[in-house]
Every structure is written in C-alpha cells, then in structure tokens.
C-alpha cells in the first residue's frame, strides 16, 4: 500500500471546520479525496459514510434524517450522489448550528449543480482538492508557497541552483495512482478513467443524448488546452450546435475536467481580451486525452508548450486553493499584441508570470511581462518562469527564476 501523502489543503480544512457548520471538498474523480478524509490524522475521530457504499446510499435515501446521529461529527463522502441527505443537513444546521457538524465530499461541483448549491446556501464553504502539485508531491508543504513569500518581499537568492520540470512529471500529471507509480501503465489507466468518467459522473450530472459527440469535444478540449475558450468555433469542430456545445463545457466545468481561466482586466490598456482560457485539470490526461506521448525538446512536439503551460497552471491552481485563499490566478491578453500566461493577484498586489518550457530564454520572451509592469503599476514583480536551473534578476521588478522554484 502506497504510504499517505499529506495535502496541503489539510491546514485550511481544518481551519474551516473550526467556522462554518458545512464543509464541502470537491474535485475531479479519483484526486484522493477519500484517503485524505480517512487517512488525515486530525480527521480520524469523525464518523465516516460513503455514498459509494450501497447500504448506506439506500439508508440515506429513505431515512436521511435517521442517518445523521445527534451531534456526532459526520464526514460523508461522495455526498453529491444523494440530494435528500442535503435537505436533511440543511434542517439539522438550521435547528442548531454547530461549528464542523458535517464535512461532505463530492466528485462534482456543490455551487453550480443547481439545488444542491440552494440547500446549503449560506450554511457552508467549498474547498476544492486539485491533483498532487510538485510540492505535495516533494513532501515539503509546512513552510510558505514561493510566490506567497515573493508577494510579501521580492527578495530571491540569486544563482541558487534547482533541477528543473522533466517531461516525465507532465506526461505523468497529477492524479495520485499515476504520480505516485500505482500503476506501470499509465496510459491504460487514463483509458479506464476517461471510461469511466463518462459512464458514471457525466450521466449521474445529465442525460447526455450523444456519448460520442461528447467524448469528441473532450479530446478537442485536450488539443486546445491553454488556448483561448470559444464555444462556437468548439462546436463546429464537434459538429454541435454552440447550445449543446455550451451545456457539455458546463458539465465538463461541474465535474472539475476543465476549468476556465478568467482575464484580468484591472489595467487601462486597449483591446484587452476578454474570453477566458481552457486548461485541462490535470495534465497527465490532457496527454493522454491529445494523443501526446513523448514532451522530450528533440521531437518537437506541436503540444509541448501547451502542456507545459497546463501542468503550471494545474501547480499554481492547486497551491493558491489550497495555501492562500484570497488569492486570484489569471491571464493576460492585449489582442495581436502582448500576452502574459498568468497573474496571481492577492489584495492590491498582483505578480505575472510568463512560462517558458526551454532551459534557456532571449530577450524577446519578456516582452510581454514588460508590458504588463509599464501598464500595471501595482503589480510587484515580473517572473520569467523557464525551465532553467539558475535564479537571475534581468530588470527592475523583473526576474528569470527555474519552474522549480515558483512551483515549490
């Protein structure tokens, strides 16, 4: 049995059951949410029920009430798969609200699946476990995320040496049975996920008329991962109409597949772009979903920027989620012109980082991180992030740091 890895979301989990009575963690299938609700020493004394149980989904079914005992801490896992225990919850909170009474886990999104959201409307809050990020899985998460620290005081260690991302860690992504080598094959077991994705989640969320229509628009996501999100041009791609096209991405987005990254718009510049980008979840099956099985320089891969940017966006929004909740992750886009990959903003502060997936960088690769710091007086620092191995500061608020670092 593969040893338990801690998660850096621990820390905010139990700060939340400390406030709120509802505790909801959410995110894509299989990202270890059941071994973190069991395994999770500060968790060990709540009694724990899972919907994935057949016995205990038919008892909450029929008797909902009956299932909660009296103010014993309850976790319920995969709680989605049965609205009345929600019903149930919502009259317990009401009658007496207690801080950590009910901590819930679902394999699709709580706040967008309507009815769901209505019934615990006020009453909880919503974390979401992403895949592994590089710095769970290095097993150092007790101190600061770099880019909180470098927020606060932009001060790096000059010429500090760090190994940078192999192609290996994106084909690999995130999804602890892959990363942490459960499986020798990984790509049949992505198969068997993406299998049973949509034989289970997607038809337990809505009706779906055509399975392959669908499964279709999956891989064409995985083919534009990082790029600008149009639902038009998808569905004509998909031969859908952009109505369906719309509905499918929303399904997509409600079991946490993909997710939309929003353009940051704080700035004066002209013709900022305002659609957002698409990112698979985890960039382990945005690979094997686009048919990608080598990122190594030498072949050249079309994807291979692509899916670089991905698995750092599926880094950074596993760190900010779970490590610093009021920050907000974005990207930038002067149309034809200038574009940065990200922006973490926190408060009145704000950082861009452009990622770069060669070891080495010219001067034309931060053109557009200084556009973004001459239109963007608040914002503290530009950080080339590139796949070197060495820390240099190349401008005022503006330095070329190893992916390595940023991501830890």
Known sequence: MTKYVQRDISKIVLEALHEMPVVVITGMRQTGKSTFLQMQRELGKRRYITFDDFEYLEAAKTDPDGLLEPDHPVTIDEAQRCPEILTAIKKRVDRKRKKGQFLLSGSANFAILKGISESLAG?????????????ELSGRISGKPFLKRFLEKQEIREGQYLPPVKPKEILQGGMPTVCLGDVKNAFLWFKGYEQTYLERDIRELSQIANIISFRHLLHLIALRTGQLLSPSQLGRDAKMNTATTSRYLSLLEASFIIYRLNPY??????????????????????????SVKDLEPATREPLRGALFETYIAQNLSGIIDSTWP?????????????????????????IAIEVKAASRWEKRDISGLN??????????????AYNGNKTVRIGERLWAVPLSLVLS
């Open 265 to 290: 718009l704080r700035n004066r510049a002209s013709r900022l772009i305002k659609s957002p980008k698409v990112y698979l979840s985890d960039s382990g099956l945005a690979c094997y979903l686009a």
């Open 123 to 135: 009453r909880a809050i919503y974390l979401t476990l992403h895949p592994f990020t590089r710095r």
């Open 326 to 350: 009021e920050a907000r992750l974005y990207f930038w886009n002067i149309q034809g012109r200038h574009e940065v990959d990200f922006i973490v903003e926190a408060g009145s502060k704000c």
């Open 371 to 384: 556009a973004f710091l001459s239109t963007t007086p608040h914002c503290k620092a530009g950080i080339l």
